[in-house]
């Protein structure tokens, strides 16, 4: 019996991003560690983790900022999905933070593969 192959998450995620881009915001956490950097969005980025635009003052800038984001799109009484990682406890609560100051509520989502 041969087994179902595993279901690339970005190509889920990507599909699932444009049948809601009409109603919903969707702010993507690596296009905003691009823009703070000034880097081409185009440009696929080799750098490992932990380093570069991906080191954890980096990181930390994203995140305040991608939270800076939701909160503006949540303050209109929409919804958005933010596609980042999360993996750090103090983003996950600064975001469930942030929401919870203009009254909508956080759902995080975990992906396994």
């Known amino acids: 019996m041969k087994e179902s192959p595993t279901p690339d998450i970005g190509f889920i995620l990507n599909a699932l991003a444009e049948s809601l881009a009409h109603s919903i915001d969707l702010p993507e956490a690596d296009s905003i560690r691009k823009q703070l950097a000034h880097v081409d969005l185009a440009i ?36 958005v999905i933010l596609d980042a990682s ?28």
């Open 86 to 113: 999360f993996i750090r406890r103090r983003d996950r609560d600064m975001m469930v933070q942030t929401a919870s100051e203009v009254g909508a509520t956080v759902f995080f989502v975990e992906c396994l593969c």
């Open 44 to 79: 696929p980025l080799p750098e490992a983790v932990d380093q570069g635009i991906y080191s954890h003052d980096w990181s930390a800038r994203t995140y305040e900022t991608l939270c800076w984001e939701a909160r503006k799109v949540l303050a209109l009484g929409r919804s």
